[in-house]
């Protein structure tokens, strides 16, 4: 069963470790060059604690590296490429070609068959999916760090690097087997996985994921002059509102002078008509349940896998 | 008398339809069976039925006294052949008989090679490339190196040309001479049947027509030409199959019962392939008419 399964899955591994190898190519280079930059600008201090001339260094290291920022996005869809091609056609391959009435006629049971091919794939894409996902960590660790609004904690940057890419690559691979049980051909059974897949993250990411953990509320009264860096630091804002001192709200989506200032003077809004005493109401999960989060969002999507896997035997044993 | 295969009132459902229905059939041992009926009549349905592949709805099947589904002590001693010959297609020949030395407990790869050698197969080209003849071939002999008590073969021949068809045949037979191993093979090809096996089981929607040893279901069979025939008992005569009237005369199949005495009535004998196309003709037109509503 293992040569059967590596024998039939050795061209997609092929393939998915010369996208790997592609990856590599674009993130080693860029993140150490990224890291040197890092240093010589001596933004590790600019981070920790501010300094004459952080806010020019950080622009500078923002204009160069910050578009990167962008290509990385598309990353994304790593998950669900390998869930497409390695998951979808896992049954649904053999039915359209009808060898499952070959395969599951030999010597061993349906249950055999499924369990050994989804746990050889599914420890292969894992490992993949581990050197992905920390791979990405270790190349946007500079980036998350000088930017606030790119935490490596909100959501896009969340996910594509830590150890939820496991999950996701996991649960990817999972739906494109169980997509393969409820339609007999590859194609809809991508098309299935594609849906499914997309659905899936983006309820979980906005539905779901805030409240993981009761979040934080953290008021800063609002005044010119600057502030420091702010426990806000790497956290992920959930909300943010400017209230008057008595509580009552002004607006929403924005904060005006805040803690997490870098030495530039500021001054508050005169059209908001503030009133002294006024704060920033912001609620955000604190930068450092980052792990935290991704070991619950990985081991959600997980046990979405272990259900998907679970459903797709159950009807691996009704096809003929 | 050792069965084989034995089904009793089993039948199988998909939604509302059903794909077979009170079949009971029994297959003796060391017979080389031919399950025939049209497309549909539910024919890979009871060979699912008795490979493991689908579960019985209604009724039940042994296989070596054993229910099939999900028995891989079953399945261990059954050579299956779906239709179409369902091989990897990016496998070399080569591959798919190590493939099966993999996924079989009882696996004799020296069988399966001989024969792909003695039948010319290349064993590193994908099977893929093959002509349809040598993929049912490699399909067969990927049966065979089970070393199955029973053999089940969905429609080996039906996309082969008449020369691949009957090399195809020619072997089976030869092989499973020599091992004794039981077959049940379906087909919609008549001519190739009557040469090759000796046991008969007629399918036609979703229900057994008649099953039984050819040489016994030859014998009891007869073409009648007589005077116009009305409904009354003919001495001898069981059941009538199938009748055709003229204003005068009537031509009657019918299956006998005892000695046809009756002088009125002339004998003849009947071939099998005439015999399974009056089974099946008849309720074929009927089906056809009601599915379209209107009158026969």
Same mark, same amino acid.
């Given at each position: 069963m293992i040569w059967l399964t590596w024998r039939q899955h050795r061209r997609q591994a092929l393939f998915t470790v010369l996208g790997l190898a592609v990856l590599a190519a674009f993130i080693v280079p860029t993140g150490l060059s990224m890291r040197h930059a890092f240093t010589r600008l001596g933004l590790a201090g600019c981070v920790a604690t501010g300094g004459p001339g952080c806010g020019a260094n950080i622009d500078k290291f923002s204009s160069t590296y910050g578009s990167l920022v962008l290509v990385s &996005? !598309? !990353?994304? &869809?790593v998950p669900l490429m390998i869930g497409l091609f390695w998951g979808a056609p896992v049954v649904a391959r053999e039915v359209e070609q009808g060898t499952h009435r070959m395969i599951w006629t030999q010597g061993i049971s349906r249950r055999h068959w499924a369990l050994v091919k989804c746990g050889l794939l599914g420890g292969a894409v894992a490992a993949f999916a581990i050197v992905y996902g920390l791979g990405m960590s270790w190349w946007y660790g500079p980036l998350g760090q000088v930017d606030v609004r790119q935490s490596r904690f909100t959501e896009v940057f969340f996910d594509m690097q830590g150890v939820t890419p496991v999950g996701y690559t996991l649960f990817a691979v999972a739906l494109g087997v169980f997509a393969g049980t409820l339609l007999p051909k590859v194609l809809p059974a991508m098309a299935l996985t594609l849906a499914g897949f997309v659905g899936a993250r983006v309820a979980v990411a906005l539905l779901a994921r805030p409240h993981y953990m009761t979040p934080v509320a953290d008021d800063q009264i609002i005044q010119s002059g600057s502030g420091t860096q702010g426990d806000l630091a790497g956290g992920w804002v959930l909300s943010k509102e400017i209230r008057q001192a008595?509580? %009552?709200? &002004? %607006?929403?989506g924005t904060i005006r002078c805040p803690a997490a200032g870098d030495g530039v003077p500021c001054s508050p809004d005169a059209a908001l008509g503030l009133r002294p005493g006024a704060y920033n109401h912001q609620v955000f999960q604190p930068g450092d349940r980052f792990w935290t989060f991704q070991l619950i969002e990985t081991g959600v999507f997980v046990a979405l896998a272990a259900l998907l896997i679970w459903f797709a035997i159950r009807r691996i044993r009704r096809i003929a | 008398m050792e069965y084989l295969l034995e089904a009793d009132q089993l039948g199988k459902r998909y939604g509302g339809r059903?794909?077979? @229905?009170d079949c009971t059939v029994r297959l003796p041992a060391g017979r080389v069976a031919a399950l025939v009926g049209p497309n549909g009549a539910g024919k890979s349905t009871l060979l699912h039925l008795a490979v493991g592949l689908l579960r019985p709805d209604a009724g039940g099947v042994r296989v070596f006294g054993a229910a099939p589904y999900e028995n891989t002590t079953v399945l261990a001693e059954i050579g299956f052949v779906a239709q179409d010959t369902?091989?990897? @297609? /990016?496998?070399t020949a080569d591959e798919l008989v190590r493939m099966g030395g993999k996924v079989? *407990? *009882?696996? /004799?790869a020296t069988v399966a090679k001989a024969r792909l050698a003695q039948l010319g197969i290349p064993p590193r080209t994908p099977v893929g490339k093959l002509s349809g003849g040598q993929r049912a071939q490699v399909a067969l002999a990927l049966a065979l190196a089970k070393r199955p008590r029973l053999l089940l073969l969905d429609e080996p021949v039906a996309s082969l040309d008449p020369l691949a068809r009957r090399e195809f045949l020619q072997s089976l037979m030869g092989s499973v001479a020599e091992s004794g191993t039981t077959v049940l093979l379906s087909s919609h090809i008549l001519a190739d049947l009557e040469r090759t096996c000796d046991f008969l089981v007629v399918l036609q929607a979703g229900r057994v027509q008649l099953s039984g040893a050819v040489d016994d279901i030859v014998a009891e069979h007869r073409q009648l030409v007589g005077p @116009?025939? @009305?409904?009354e008992p003919i001495d001898g005569v069981g059941a009538v199959v199938r009748a055709r009237h003229t204003d005068r005369q009537s031509t009657l199949l019918v299956r006998t019962d005892g000695p046809l005495r009756d002088p009125s009535w002339t004998a003849h004998e009947l071939t099998l392939e005439d015999l399974i196309l009056a089974y099946l003709a008849d309720r074929d037109a009927q089906a056809n008419h009601e599915a379209w509503g209107v009158p026969a």
């Open positions: &996005v !598309l !990353l994304l &869809v008595d509580g %009552t709200f &002004v %607006t929403s | 059903w794909a077979l @229905r369902p091989v990897y @297609r /990016d496998f079989n *407990r *009882r696996w /004799d @116009r025939h @009305r409904g």
